[in-house]
């Protein structure tokens, strides 16, 4: 299984990045799929994630209302719509698919596969 992220840049506070991750090695439609990042010096944190089949999605509270986690399993990837972004947002941004089930979770272990990251940097 491969995860690989696009996408990320540097924006000014207020703009918007789309960040893209293209997966490839297996039937991953029915799995939970996340976005996580990483500040540096900083835990690797939960972003957003989006259930296989119903699609439901769950966002952590700093990015609730700005940030929109989508999936396209025709094109077989994950995206994440960055909108109103602040510099706190600033961090390498990962991808990574949940090892088993469909369902969507915040919590980092549940998650096995992952991809090397798209650095996002937002100056005030």
């Known amino acids: 299984v491969q995860l690989m992220e696009s996408g990320g840049g540097s924006v000014q506070a207020g703009g918007s990045l789309r960040l893209s991750c293209a997966t490839s090695?297996?039937?991953?439609?029915?799995?939970?799929l996340g976005w996580f990042r990483q500040a540096p010096g900083k835990e690797r944190d939960f972003v957003a994630a989006i259930s296989g089949g119903d699609t439901t999605t769950y966002y952590a509270d700093s990015v609730k209302g700005r940030f929109t986690i989508s999936r396209d399993n025709a094109k077989r990837t994950v995206n994440l719509q960055m909108n109103s972004l602040k510099p706190e947002d600033t961090a390498v941004y990962f991808c990574a698919a949940r090892g088993a089930g469909p369902v969507a979770t915040m919590e980092k272990s549940e998650y096995i596969f992952w991809g090397q990251g798209t650095q996002v940097t937002v100056s005030a």
């Open positions: 090695g297996r039937t991953w439609d029915t799995y939970a």
